[in-house]
């Protein structure tokens, strides 16, 4: 009962993630049909790879954009990575922000806005 | 995360059979066991990428840092088949860790990045990816990339058949069919692995004239040499192959073998004396490698060596065949790739089992297995060589192709075991190459191989020239020059001797030019001869693409002091490609030699060059 309850909540999450455009359905599934008995875990693991990785970028790219002139380079490079990153866990709009982000890089927006 | 063990069961034993079947995988299995090697330096997509290959059954190995997955594919340069490598790492760019696996391991590469770009994708294509795929990466097209290890391997195959020529046709059909299915992926696994299985276990004998199924005899260096001895024991008109085998007393041995083994050295033989001494099949034509890219070079293996030394008389012949001047390296003519014509009568004779002498053991590299058992002849040599022949290669400058590095490398190792031969070292020449072996061993081979080799004859050079088109066009015309000179100088070995260990140093110096100068310095005084000859290498050089920057040797400048050759390091600039690296060598033997012999003659007639360019012309070079 118990654990169908929680599956239920996941599903349901996993769903609003999907139609808010947060999570990308087909990439998500994806990581989801590697999961197998062999590996249970292997969407939380790298989910929490992920989470781990990208909160280092993210510490990086706010350093980088603290310093100034702002090296846009760089920060295009950091960008790109992340991007690349989201994209391969299905976190949509996470990438879609990165590509923004990309861009005001290459005009050399610091604003960002 | 944890390969299932299922799967790495699978992998497992895919591999094993991908490693006895001479790195191919079964043929029912494959794609099944697939040796990837993943690199990228996103943990994330590492991590998804290696579950998902592993879902596919594919053998995967990750990498984080280009460097880390470059010294793990050197260190094992058969344990993989294909690389995926992301485009942007920290440590080294994608297109350059592509570059490198394709010259020095000649492994089909893919490269993969979220940048879509076209430029991106274009310079992917440029550098010789096999394959680009945007991230996110999706499974299915993880599921196909075992269709460019198939598509290159067939290639290779192709070349190394088309280099051949047909000349394997018609002795043995079996052997052409035979380097199919051993090149593994080759036109559909299903038929090559049944092929295979039933050689396994039939045990197929490549005898032509038998028509049991025996264990394939493979007549090693060792086991030659008690056959010819017994065939001279007994008298080359009495020898018959019940007695030989009697002699031979060597258990497992048929009369079949031996009956069919007698008849090939019966043509070899005659080949030998039959033919004009100016051609040096003696040994190439006794070896027959396979491929005629290096089976001339081949031959000579050790085996060659020990027949001539063996039978006493055609240490002569051959060595009068091979050299004129008495280089007595015939047997480096074996360096790859450089099909002489003899390779044609050479493999007329084509000795079966005797490319599997040099010990079919030997896992040739994947890549060479298109090769099929050309290659196993190389291969037989140590190939302890390899890795560190790729290496030196690598610093070298590493746009060679791998095949031919392997070749080379395999050249080398086979000159290695050549010198080591005393019988057939009584020359001096080959005290050379004995120092100069040891220190850079397929250097100093493939520079010297050729020069003896093409010594033999004049009509070489263009033979050369058509027969090397399929390996190394930038190589042949160096062939051509040094084929002229030698022919007029006589002093060639310790010329070569100089300049293999002016190479050595230049290896280490890595490609300087310096090398090349102090040769050329040492030798000194071109004449008009050697100034066309240099325009010669020139021309070679440049229309070799050179890779590396170091190297670009503006024999032009030779040319402008004619009596004062004394080229200053700037002067000379080896333009070689990467992977003629024996070439390049070669053509700076050929520089000093020519220009040594230029001294010495004080004018080779350049005239036989393939190059109708007029000496004078130093404008015409293009370095």
């Not at chain 2, 893919?110 to 076209?118: E, G, N, Q």
């Not at chain 2, 990467?578 to 033997?589: A, M, S």
Request: hydrophobic share 30%; aromatic share 6%.
């Amino acid at each position: 009962m118990d654990r169908n309850q929680s599956h239920r909540q996941v599903a349901t999450m996993k769903q609003s993630l999907f139609d808010q455009g947060y999570l990308d359905h087909e990439q998500f599934n994806q990581l989801e049909e590697l999961q197998d008995d062999a590996n249970p875990n292997f969407v939380e693991e790298v989910v929490t790879l992920y989470y781990r990785d990208s909160a280092r970028l993210v510490h990086s790219i706010e350093q980088a954009l603290e310093k100034s002139p702002i090296d846009f380079n760089k920060l295009d490079s950091y960008m790109h990575q992340f991007r690349g990153s989201s994209s391969s866990i299905g976190a949509k709009k996470v990438k879609a922000e990165c590509s923004l982000f990309r861009e005001y890089c290459r005009a050399g927006n610091g604003e960002g806005r | 995360m944890n390969p299932s063990n299922g799967k790495g069961s699978v992998s497992t034993s895919s591999r094993v059979s991908w490693k006895s079947n001479e790195a191919a995988p079964v043929a029912d299995q494959f794609p099944v066991g697939l040796r990837v090697m993943v690199v990228d330096d996103d943990p994330t997509c590492l991590m998804i990428l290696e579950k998902m290959l592993r879902t596919c059954k594919y053998e995967v190995k990750r990498c984080s840092r280009a460097e880390e997955a470059l010294s793990i594919l050197r260190g094992n340069s058969n344990g993989y088949d294909i690389v995926i490598s992301d485009v942007h790492m920290p440590d080294m760019d994608g297109f350059k860790l592509l570059e490198h696996v394709g010259l020095e391991m000649d492994l089909p590469v893919i490269m993969m990045s979220a940048d879509d770009s076209k430029s991106v994708v274009m310079k992917g294509v440029t550098h010789g990816a096999c394959d680009y795929l945007i991230k996110p990466v999706r499974i299915e097209a993880l599921k196909n990339i075992w269709q460019h290890v198939v598509r290159k391997r067939k290639n290779e195959w192709k070349e190394v058949d088309q280099q051949s020529g047909s000349a394997d046709d018609g002795q043995q059909p079996k052997y052409s069919e035979d380097g199919d299915y051993s090149s593994s992926v080759n036109e559909g696994n299903w038929r090559n692995s049944k092929r295979r299985k039933d050689d396994d276990e039939d045990g197929e004998d490549r005898d032509d004239t038998s028509t049991l199924k025996k264990p394939r005899v493979v007549w090693s260096v060792e086991l030659h040499q008690q056959f010819v001895g017994a065939v001279n024991q007994l008298g080359i008109d009495k020898a018959v192959p019940k007695k030989i085998l009697e002699l031979m007393n060597v258990p497992g041995l048929t009369r079949e073998n031996v009956a069919s083994h007698l008849q090939k050295y019966r043509l070899y033989l005659r080949r030998l004396s039959g033919v004009s001494p100016h051609q040096n099949n003696l040994g190439n034509s006794f070896m027959n490698p396979q491929d005629p890219g290096y089976g001339p070079l081949s031959t000579l293996n050790g085996i060659d060596l020990q027949t001539l030394a063996a039978t006493g008389q055609l240490p002569a012949q051959s060595l009068a065949t091979l050299q004129a001047a008495g280089l007595g390296r015939a047997v480096v003519a074996a360096k790859s790739r450089i099909p002489i014509p003899v390779v044609d009568q050479r493999n007329l004779f084509s000795f079966e089992n005797p490319k599997l002498s040099f010990g079919d053991t030997q896992q040739p590299p994947q890549h060479l297995n298109n090769g099929g058992t050309q290659i196993n002849m190389l291969h037989g040599i140590p190939t302890n060589m390899q890795p560190k022949q790729l290496v030196n290669l690598q610093h070298q400058g590493n746009s060679l192709p791998t095949v031919q590095n392997v070749q080379s490398v395999q050249s080398g190792s086979l000159l290695m075991q050549m010198t080591d031969q005393p019988p057939l070292r009584g020359q001096q020449p080959m005290g050379n190459y004995n120092s100069i072996s040891q220190s850079s061993p397929m250097m100093n081979l493939s520079s010297s191989y050729p020069l003896s080799n093409i010594q033999a004859k004049s009509g070489f050079p263009e033979d050369l020239t058509s027969e090397m088109k399929g390996s190394t066009p930038g190589f042949m015309p160096s062939y051509d020059i040094f084929n002229e000179l030698n022919h007029q100088q006589k002093s060639h070995d310790w010329e070569l001797q100089n300049v293999g260990l002016t190479f050595n140093a230049t290896q280490q110096a890595n490609n300087s030019i310096d090398v090349l100068g102090t040769s050329i310095a040492a030798s000194h005084h071109s004449g008009f001869s050697s100034s066309s000859q240099g325009s010669g290498l020139t021309r070679n050089a440049s229309t070799v693409h050179a890779n590396n920057n170091n190297n670009a040797i503006s024999v032009g400048q030779h040319r402008m002091n004619v009596n004062n050759f004394y080229p200053d390091n700037n002067s000379v600039r080896v333009k070689l490609e990467p992977p003629l690296f024996p070439e390049q060598f070669g053509q700076d033997d050929l520089m000093s030699a020519l220009l040594r012999q230029q001294q010495g003659q004080g004018g080779i007639g350049p005239a036989e060059n393939d190059f109708d360019f007029d000496g004078y012309s130093i404008d015409n070079i293009p370095v």
